[in-house]
DNA sequence: TTGTATGCGTTATCAA
DNA sequence: TTGATAACGCATACAA
């Protein structure tokens, strides 16, 4: 009662291996009326090639392993969604693994994947490439995504984070803020990292003479609360907030309002992210198209795994959008744009 | 510069395969200083064992596949959370693929999954199982989760939908509603089914001569604000609406409210899921432990591909949580609990 | 303790 | 058009 193999089928056809393979893989050497009988008799019983040998004489799996961190809901799912997209579309599989902050484990899920993928997609904001980079199998493509550098080693997709928090500085500055806060994602993360620096940066060259505090966080909401009391408690100065990602500004939004503030009339608040919690709150942010990107990912390591030849710029970037809600304009806070 | 295979390792080391194999695999018939040279020689190399050989020789992948429909944020990235949680913990990998509704699609998508993995975790809430279920390849033990039944093939997962709804019912009882609304979720859902007919029973159980309407709905906010426009444009006496999910709830309190009902004053609103919107818009809901579903759907299906014996019962079924929130006190809206 | 040989299920090369 | 057979990379039964 177990699955029928490729020789079953030859032996019930009264044909060899060789001419089921061919009749099944529509190979243009083979009679229609064999073939049809082959297809017959492999219907009959119930016959389903086995992957893992196919792959093993190709030399091919068709699969592709994704190493993600521990990532929280919407970006997960979005990311997972785009990739998955684009692997069906090109019949591949999708072999999920954890990234997981440990070196040694991080070594293990990808030396894991050598024989069983094609390629690889690695996610890794907050850890070194020289973490992991030795761990990567020899011979297999890979591309890398929102990860730290890797000496050129491979090719990656970024999200221009700079990008996105200058254009929050811009927006600070149209609504004319002068007192400005940022809280600070973990600093071993990358994306933290570009934010605050590119964010600084921005302010510095598009509100000159502006004061900026930077406060540090952890991208949870508490820390994002715990940011807001430190400003009440120390009296900070401040007329707008930048906060890394959008939980640590729902927690400044909800502490500040709590406290009386008022949002937006005194205080501005910007996040990054756009998850649709932000949404509810209306809450300024930055989108970022993470499902284009997981697909692009896809897509550039398809491309690889097919011919050698790599065309594509080393390093691509993905330009974030600036969404305005109500936490930094007059307008209500049921804002669903 | 291709990846170092076994017979690599063993002409270097001087050895057969066989002993090079059984250093690697830590036999105890092997001397230990062979041993030594064995590791010493692979890491030089930087030899990794290739998976698929390895599977196709043991007939076993340590890979599980795990078929899933298209599932919105917090509920795809916890029960896929809760999966790789116990499938690392047993040394399990994850072969991701999409549940399509097509039948077709969906055939195809277990057929690939033969040769690859030792087991398949299948959840498909949205199709009949009679689409699919003879595509599972012989031999393969499943787990389903949120299917519709399978006349016991596979042993079964399932969130106790009708319990949860009960739970909202003798809520609604114990505020003293009597006009009730279900906004439903697509009919061949099977969670949106049971969660109908558990809810409707349960209120006639609860409140007696209380008066139910039954309105339609697709799970998506959309078409909660459609059913809550549809109560105000038909003058549809309610004091209370239990809808199939959270967001079809969030949809009919933003509608609502828009259109100055006061909630849970005049209305009282309850959903089903507990996504994180619905800790922030205060929505009394459900809570369904979905991580720990997706790590149990694990642990069960690892059990029976370690020892053929299957003693657990059938059926599982998971309790959910009822979760009071503002939508059906007085409470504000802010409360976080 | 180590080596030889066989098999896992397929595809591909070469003859027939 | 078809068949016999050698890979693919590894684990293991059996022999030495």
Redesign the interface.
């Known amino acids: 009662?177990?699955?029928?193999t490729i020789r079953d089928v030859a032996r019930e056809a009264g044909l060899s291996v060789a001419s089921v393979s061919r009749a099944l893989n529509g190979h243009k050497s083979v009679r229609p009326e064999t073939r049809a009988h082959v297809v017959a008799v492999a219907d009959r019983l119930?016959y389903?090639?086995?992957?893992?040998?196919?792959?093993?004489s190709m030399a091919r799996?068709n699969?592709i392993g994704?190493v993600l961190p521990?990532?929280?809901?919407?970006f997960?799912?979005?990311i997972?969604?785009g990739m998955?997209r684009e692997a069906?579309r090109r019949g591949l599989?999708?072999?999920?693994?954890?990234m997981h902050a440990d070196p040694a484990q991080a070594t293990q899920a990808l030396?894991?994947?050598?024989?069983?993928v094609d390629g690889l997609l690695i996610m890794s904001p907050q850890m070194r490439a020289d973490g992991w980079s030795s761990a990567v199998?020899?011979?297999l493509p890979a591309v890398l995504i929102n990860s730290s550098d890797d000496n050129g080693h491979h090719p990656a997709l970024r999200m221009d984070n700079r990008a996105g928090a200058a254009a929050v500085a811009r927006h600070f500055a149209t609504i004319g803020r002068r007192s400005i806060v940022h809280v600070a994602g973990p600093d071993h993360n990358v994306d933290a990292r570009e934010r605050r620096d590119g964010f600084a940066e921005a302010i510095g060259r598009e509100i000159p003479g502006a004061l900026l505090t930077l406060l540090p966080g952890n991208f949870t909401e508490e820390s994002g609360e715990a940011a807001a009391r430190h400003i009440l408690a120390e009296n900070i100065p401040v007329d707008a907030i930048f906060a890394a990602n959008d939980m640590m500004a729902?927690g400044c939004l909800?502490t500040l309002r709590?406290a009386g503030r008022q949002v937006p009339a005194e205080i501005a608040i910007a996040g990054f992210d756009d998850v649709?919690?932000a949404r509810?709150?209306g809450l300024t942010t930055i989108r970022v198209g993470i499902a284009e990107i997981g697909a692009r990912a896809v897509e550039r390591l398809a491309t690889m795994m097919d011919d050698e030849g790599d065309d594509a710029p080393l390093v691509e970037w993905h330009q974030p959008d600036l969404v305005v809600r109500g936490t930094t304009t007059g307008s209500a806070p049921?804002d669903?744009s």
């Open positions: 009662m177990t699955q029928a119930g389903v090639p086995h992957a893992g040998a196919r792959s093993l799996s699969a994704v521990d990532l929280h809901g919407e997960f799912s979005e997972v969604r998955d069906s599989q999708l072999l999920l693994s954890n030396r894991a994947m050598r024989g069983r199998p020899r011979g729902v909800q709590d649709p919690i509810y709150l049921q669903k």
